[in-house]
């Protein structure tokens, strides 16, 4: 928030060629809605919460990035208004990008994030003085979670760096079984490491991918449901879906067409309930890659996120006062059809 400097002061400081800063301010901030969406996500609000997982309150620090802005002990036994405090200095130095459940709840960076300015305790006194959460998050009851019955598997294969919604029930599931999430719908490194360990349980093929047979067997099926038969049709020529990355960036994800993916169009298609970080690999990815490479990017349809994607997500990013993270969430897809480039 702007700080206001006496006319007096800024006449007398020009005058004796003197330049004036006003001492931890920056233009902008979030709102306290974006706020309570981020701690809804996060941890449904619970400033106290230790689930023993490694973060800890309610923005979810872990120890060493809690002890880089200045945090001390543990961040689930500091007051509110101590954690509101080193989440809006997190956010100074490093935007939304700390935070997975941002992109979830559809926040978007404004000119404070990555400034570097440090904030003072009267710029945090807001964060949560109101506000109502926007984020609504996957109810426990929608999940079935400590059945044996699980809810319908969306028909999608969940992959490694992305973030999908539907995850949450997989992740909350594999909760109740031991297992330290808080679910946030983002497949990372502990939720490899469960699927692994879920997989070799089951007999099941070990792979970085919770499809349907493993999604089955977080709720004790060992089998996954059996598919709907197609009626008999004359058969077609295919294109196999691709399981691996393509080994350079010359090739286009196979079958996809610059039709399918509105390239070229004004408005951008419906974001796809997902985001996407290094190593994700998608159709949906590959569409905004096109889409970016007919507006000029280096950028051609593999679905790979390698250091290509990672720059002109950065680029557009930073043209359109978004904070150059990275992360392709629902405002950076926008971004490809309707940024400014």
């Known amino acids: 928030m702007r700080r206001a400097l006496a006319f007096g002061t800024i006449v007398a400081a020009i005058f004796a060629g003197i330049t004036v800063f006003a001492s931890g301010s920056a233009a902008a901030d979030p709102s306290a809605s974006d706020w309570a969406s981020l ?71 404004d000119s404070s994030a990555s400034s570097g300015v440090v904030p ?6 807001y964060i949560s003085g109101g506000g109502t959460s926007t984020y609504t998050p996957v109810p426990t009851s929608s999940c079935n979670v400590g059945t ?30 031991g297992y330290n999430f808080t679910g946030t719908g983002y497949f990372g490194s502990h939720t490899l490491v469960a699927l692994h360990e879920l997989q070799s349980r089951y007999g099941i093929p070990q792979s970085n991918i919770i499809d349907a047979r493993t999604w089955a067997a977080a709720w004790g099926q060992t089998t996954a449901p059996a598919p709907t038969k197609p009626k008999p049709t004359a058969p077609k020529p295919t294109t196999p879906k691709p399981t691996t990355p393509p080994a350079s960036s010359e090739g286009v994800w196979p079958g996809l067409t ?66 150059g993270t990275g992360l392709i969430g629902p405002k950076t897809w926008k971004l490809a059809w309707e940024g400014k480039v």
């Open 148 to 177: 044996s019955n699980p809810p319908a598997w969306g028909g999608k294969n969940f992959a490694l760096g992305t973030t999908y919604r539907g995850l949450v029930c997989w992740q909350k599931q594999m909760a109740g079984r």
């Open 258 to 323: 610059t039709a399918a993916c509105h390239v070229g169009a004004k408005k951008a298609p419906a974001w796809p309930q997902e985001s996407f970080t290094m190593g994700a690999y998608d159709r949906n990815l590959a569409c905004w890659q096109m889409q970016m490479g007919h507006r000029g990017y280096d950028l051609k349809g593999v679905g790979y996120y390698g250091a290509r994607t990672l720059a002109a997500a950065k680029n557009i990013q930073n043209r359109n006062k978004l904070g």
């Open 39 to 109: 701690r809804q996500c996060e941890s449904g609000g619970d400033y106290s919460i230790n689930t023993g997982n490694g973060y800890y309150g309610a923005y979810q620090f872990d120890l060493s990035t809690w002890q880089s802005v200045g945090g001390s002990g543990s961040p689930a036994d500091a007051n509110a208004s101590e954690q509101d405090y080193r989440a809006l200095y997190l956010y100074r130095m490093r935007g939304w990008g700390p935070w997975v459940c941002a992109s979830l709840a559809g926040l978007s960076e």
């Open 120 to 125: 003072t305790r009267a710029d945090s006194a």
